[in-house]
């Protein structure tokens, strides 16, 4: 059982920057692929980011892929998501989620264990 916590949401003006952050429970946290997902109002989950367990291999989504940059530390069970050059659409709810295997996928079906999300405004 793994227990995902996002942090670091909040409101940013368009342009700006945030780092999300995403502490995982559990010893076996090296096992498993991480991803970064995002949901809008009216529109469904889209893979944003996702890393293997290694932290080795990363994906992006060709919407933030430039602006985005996902990454690890399997020594603190953290998992990170650093956002720069944001725009009104990455307006979303941002999630966590673990995957027990180890490559990654942008297939939402695919991961085992959701956080409980972390919002992210960008004004214009």
């Known amino acids: 059982q793994v227990q995902l916590v996002e942090s670091g949401g909040g409101l940013v003006q368009a342009g700006g920057s945030l780092r999300l952050s995403c502490a995982a429970s559990?010893?076996?946290?090296?096992?498993?692929?991480m991803g970064w997902f995002r949901q809008a109002p009216g529109k469904g989950r889209e893979s944003v980011a996702s890393?293997?367990?290694?932290?080795?291999?990363?994906g992006y989504s060709a919407s933030v892929k430039g602006r985005f940059t996902i990454s690890r530390d399997n020594a603190k069970n953290t998992v990170f998501l650093q956002m720069n050059s944001l725009k009104p659409e990455d307006t979303a709810i941002y999630y966590c989620a673990a995957k027990s295997t180890r490559g990654i996928t942008t297939s939402a079906p695919s991961y085992d264990y959701w956080g409980q999300g972390t919002q992210i405004t960008v004004s214009s």
């Open positions: 890393i293997s367990a290694s932290g080795e291999i990363t």
């Open positions: 559990g010893r076996t946290f090296s096992s498993y692929a």
